[in-house]
């Protein structure tokens, strides 16, 4: 099933000059915090997002929600970010600079805040002078389509009609939440052409990996801190008892 979310809420036409509802309510939605439906529930942070009820909800919300398309938020340093895959099939996301997580590019939901901003010729964000990499425009998807409505450019020309079946339930069946890894708002966050992946990996707090892990693979999973702070305490030398 084709369709297009308007500025209603509805699947099918309208206003498309406006902002539509899906796409206001995604950026101005609060993710992450506790359902309240679910309270009482374990791992029930609002991850998801209803394209067609315009809301956040949690796994345990998603069987009431099976017909409905979905797409999941992911969270890095503390802010929400969306798979770039998934997004742009919803609209354009073209000039939006993207960054990797788990070998994914993601685009951030919402402008980041920053100690200074840009000075000079370097290249910038048109919306909250972020530093960004050329040949980007922008540094999250609501700097986009804040700089287009300012400007008066119309948002038809990058919302796209998708198919529902791309943001089916089926694609949560073993959805889980990780502990992410605390991370300093102040640390440079590298975009996605010059950051590894082996740095990424701590980094998402949503994953699909597999319930069944290894104990190998498990034990891959500690932060580097914690690694070496364990390993110096084997190569510690035994303190001995001196010859009376």
Request: charged share 20%; proline share 5%.
């Amino acid at each position: 099933m084709m369709g297009t979310y308007s500025s209603s809420g509805g699947c099918g036409g309208g206003d498309m000059n406006e902002k539509p509802a899906w796409l206001e309510r995604l950026m101005a939605e609060t993710f992450f915090g506790g359902c309240g439906v679910h309270q009482n529930r374990r791992k029930n942070e609002k991850n998801v997002f209803c394209l067609h009820c315009c809301l956040s909800i949690c796994p345990h919300c998603l069987p009431s929600h099976r017909s409905h398309p979905l797409l999941q938020v992911r969270r890095y340093v503390y802010h929400d970010v969306v798979r770039l895959d998934d997004l742009e099939k919803l609209i354009d996301c073209s000039n939006i600079q993207p960054y990797t997580i788990n070998s994914a590019k993601v685009i951030f939901l919402n402008q980041r805040p920053q100690s200074r901003s840009c000075k000079g010729t370097a290249n910038a964000c048109f919306t909250c002078d972020r530093i960004l990499q050329e040949p980007f425009h922008f540094c999250s998807l609501s700097c986009k389509v804040d700089y287009m409505v300012y400007e008066g450019q119309s948002l038809s020309s990058i919302l796209h009609r998708f198919d529902e079946s791309d943001f089916a339930i089926s694609q949560f069946e073993g959805l889980r939440v990780d502990s992410s890894e605390v991370i300093d708002e102040d640390t440079q966050i590298a975009p996605s052409s010059s950051y590894s992946n082996t740095e990424a990996t701590s980094n998402s707090v949503i994953s699909h990996e597999p319930h069944n892990m290894t104990k190998k693979g498990k034990s891959n999973r500690f932060l580097p801190g914690i690694v070496l702070s364990l390993g110096s305490r084997r190569k510690g030398a035994p303190h001995r008892a001196p010859l009376s």
